[in-house]
């Protein structure tokens, strides 16, 4: 699992990565070492009001003053890059692009149960 | 001389190698090689470059900001993208992102030499002439309202530059890193030229405003200026033969074995950014920023930093975004990296648009395919 975000991870000036499910669950984040009490917060922030206004969106940026999050939604729900001004930003949207399909591997933990009972029962 | 082809990547080792191989093709072009994006725009300010072969991952400037600068300063020369890193999506990316061609690392010299005389004989597809009297032609082009790119050699001084035509429209113009009226004034100003067609144009939108005649007329009085200048410095010889002979002179005067012997003249030139010729500029209206209306100097600021290929349809305050803004807002917090400057967001139904939080939203509405990474650099 960790080896499909180690390119964008391994991109300079990328902070972190999380990626979201539509109903606001935060599915998986990585952080770079200076950046993970920033990422913790981030992780423990209600995401479901955001998901809900990026409900129709296929890609998204936005520009903070220190910091630009890519996002990037896909049916497993939203791929959150977090880069720093130094980052090439058009190397960590082909990386992306790239990932995207891989991200269906991911599914939320209460599919992957169901997924297992069903196996079991039937 | 030859045409120039630029290699950049930022190992030294396949740089080496690929101008060796390439040593076998001397006689179809030069080699020139720049270890890094910044290094590759410092030779194009100098250097007349027909063709651009460039690394997608360099440290620093990467392929893709070298690509979207190429495409902004220098759209008129192809660029080819070369990866190892090549993955199922990653050819697409690249010729979305405007590149002319991918090439997939490792490749052979034929390979790359095959690519690169493709791409010069279709820049000069349309001919080439010389001796000619770049007003006429120009006036031709606009009466039978062709779509072409004329590249243009001032042979008494070895520059060159670019005029776009869209339907017989000047559309833009290119010297070094100079566009626009300047860039057409300077051309235009040129004596002793050689010109080649090429049968297609990039720009779709007129960056170069006002009509072709006008243009000339203000051209041709920088013209007699620098004649009359020259004049008294008694080295102003020829320069008015050339300015008033018909069309139809052209092809008689262009010396079929003088033709034969010459080379593609465009990629003679050196196009070290002349020292400004034209003296007469029309005067530009100065609009103060401050007297605008924040959508005024949103409009404006794009428009000083991009031209007239901004891809925007509409600029408006919209509150219908607020709610969004606040969540980005708060996620921005979160992370404590400041202050939310711009938002850029591409839509199911590739609606596209860029948000402006302030005191009023403001929204703008782009094209698919606007320049909005561009856009949110200016404003963010």
């Known amino acids: ?122 | 001389m030859r045409p120039n082809v630029l290699i950049v990547d930022d190992d030294q080792a396949f740089l080496r190698l690929i101008q060796k191989d390439l040593e076998g093709f001397s006689e179809s072009f030069n080699v020139l090689t720049a270890d890094a994006g910044n290094a590759a725009l410092e030779l194009l300010k100098k250097t007349y470059v027909s063709f651009i072969v460039s690394d997608l991952r360099m440290p620093g400037m990467d392929g893709f900001e070298f690509l979207s600068i190429i495409l902004k300063n220098f759209s008129d020369i192809p660029v080819y993208m070369m990866t190892s890193y090549d993955k199922p999506k990653t050819k697409e990316v690249v010729i979305k992102s405007g590149a002319a061609g991918y090439l997939k690392k490792p490749f052979t010299a034929i390979e790359l030499f095959g690519e690169i005389t493709k791409t010069l004989n279709k820049k000069a597809e349309g001919g080439s002439l010389h001796n000619v009297t770049l007003e006429t032609f120009l006036q031709l082009i606009e009466m039978e309202q062709q779509t072409s790119t004329l590249r243009v050699v001032d042979k008494q001084e070895e520059r060159g530059g670019v005029l776009f035509f869209r339907n017989g429209e000047l559309m833009n113009a290119r010297v070094g890193d100079m566009q626009g009226k300047d860039a057409a004034y300077e051309i235009l100003s040129w004596s002793n030229v050689s010109l080649s067609i090429e049968q297609d144009c990039v720009f779709q939108e007129k960056i170069i405003q006002g009509d072709l005649q006008a243009i000339l007329l203000d051209a041709m009085r920088v013209k007699d200026e620098l004649a009359e200048k020259n004049e008294m410095g008694d080295d102003a010889e020829n320069s008015e033969i050339l300015l008033d002979a018909p069309l139809s002179e052209i092809s008689e005067t262009e010396d079929a074995s003088a033709e034969a012997k010459a080379e593609p003249l465009v990629d003679r030139i050196s196009t070290q950014r002349p020292e400004t010729t034209a003296k007469v500029r029309p005067i530009k209206e100065e609009v103060e920023l401050s007297k605008l209306s924040p959508i005024d100097t949103i409009r404006m600021k794009i428009k000083n930093s991009i031209g007239g290929r901004d891809g925007i349809l509409d600029i408006y305050h919209d509150p219908n975004w607020d709610a969004l803004i606040d969540q980005v807002s708060n996620i921005g917090n979160a992370f404590n990296c400041g202050r939310l400057n711009v938002l850029y967001v591409n839509r199911d139904q590739d609606d596209q648009f860029i948000i402006i939080p302030g005191e009023e939203t403001t929204a703008i509405s782009i094209l698919a395919d606007a320049p909005w990474d561009r856009i949110i650099d200016v404003l963010g």
């Open chain 1, 1 to 122: 699992m960790k080896d499909i975000f180690k390119d964008v991870m391994g991109i300079t000036g990328v902070h972190g990565l999380m990626v979201v499910t539509n109903e606001g669950r935060v599915l998986l984040s990585r952080f770079s070492p200076d950046f993970r009490s920033e990422g913790k917060k981030l992780s423990q922030i209600n995401w479901e009001p955001f998901t809900i206004e990026m409900n129709s969106i296929k890609d998204a940026e936005l520009v903070y003053d220190s910091a630009r999050f890519y996002i990037k939604k896909s049916e497993t729900g939203f791929l959150i890059v977090i880069i720093g001004d130094n980052a090439p930003i058009s190397m960590v949207r082909l990386n992306c692009e790239i990932l995207l399909p891989q991200l269906s591997k991911i599914q939320p933990a209460s599919k992957r149960l169901g997924n297992l009972l069903r196996k079991k029962i039937f």
